[in-house]
């Protein structure tokens, strides 16, 4: 099946900064999307994405599908920002997500 | 103007007692999942209705059993829960169509005593 990496694993940033993060895919996708998990445990849709640039706010996306990448900044980041981010592809064309292992983004203070 | 709802949102059982968690949308979506995501893991599908077409994933657990009794409303039956059971579980739900976007609920947080 496809594979999903997402780095960096985690990430600690002071207020204000900016970040990149990074999604790779290992085949052609009809979907990506990027989620943000908050401290809570809900999954906020952020972007459907799978090829293009978006933007919404601080936030921002592109997925280069040709090279099977997709990223995710975000900026002027605010501790609301902290939590976890998940890309997910389809798989195979189907209904069905796979998810990326997350990164974990903490913003202090 | 929720539109994936979730009950209940916490819920706490004891070992080999019977849960059922429940999903309702206001999409008219065609497809609903059902998620297990375990602390610092991704979210793991479990099984997903398209209409009232069920597919099982191939390693999800006899123990967990769900229900689509119409459009709006899906079900998760654990039927004899573990301590190994213990997760927040996310519906989703999406269009099911070509290149659609999948919506989802708060989640339940299951412990299991």
């Known amino acids: 099946g496809i594979q999903v990496e997402q780095s960096p694993p985690d990430l600690i940033l002071q207020e204000g900064a900016n970040s990149t993060l990074r999604c790779n895919f290992s085949d052609s996708v009809n979907n990506l999307q990027w989620f943000h998990q908050n401290p809570w445990g809900q999954l906020i849709n952020l972007f459907y994405?799978?090829?293009g640039t978006k933007q919404n706010g601080r936030l921002s996306a592109t997925t280069v599908a040709t090279e099977r990448y997709s990223l995710l900044y975000i900026s002027s980041s605010q501790t609301t920002d902290s939590g976890v981010y998940f890309c997910?592809?389809?798989?195979?064309?189907?209904?069905?997500?796979?998810f990326g292992k997350g990164t974990k983004l903490t913003v202090n203070p | 103007d929720a539109m994936v709802i979730q009950n209940p949102r916490y819920q706490v059982t004891q070992f080999g007692k019977p849960v059922t968690l429940s999903c309702s949308q206001t999409l008219n979506h065609n497809v609903m999942y059902w998620y297990q995501q375990k602390s610092s893991q991704a979210p793991k599908l479990l099984f997903h209705?398209?209409?009232?077409?069920?597919?099982n994933e191939a390693d999800t657990p006899d123990n967990f059993q769900s229900r689509r009794p119409n459009t709006s409303f899906c079900f998760l039956d654990i039927r004899s829960p573990g301590l190994g059971d213990a997760a927040m579980y996310l519906c989703?739900?999406?269009?099911?169509?070509?290149?659609?976007?999948?919506?989802f609920g708060p989640g339940t947080r299951l412990t299991v005593l």
């Open positions: 989703a739900t999406s269009r099911g169509v070509f290149a659609n976007t999948q919506y």
């Open positions: 997910a592809v389809d798989e195979g064309g189907s209904e069905k997500l796979v």
């Open positions: 994405i799978p090829s």
């Open positions: 209705y398209y209409d009232k077409d069920f597919n």
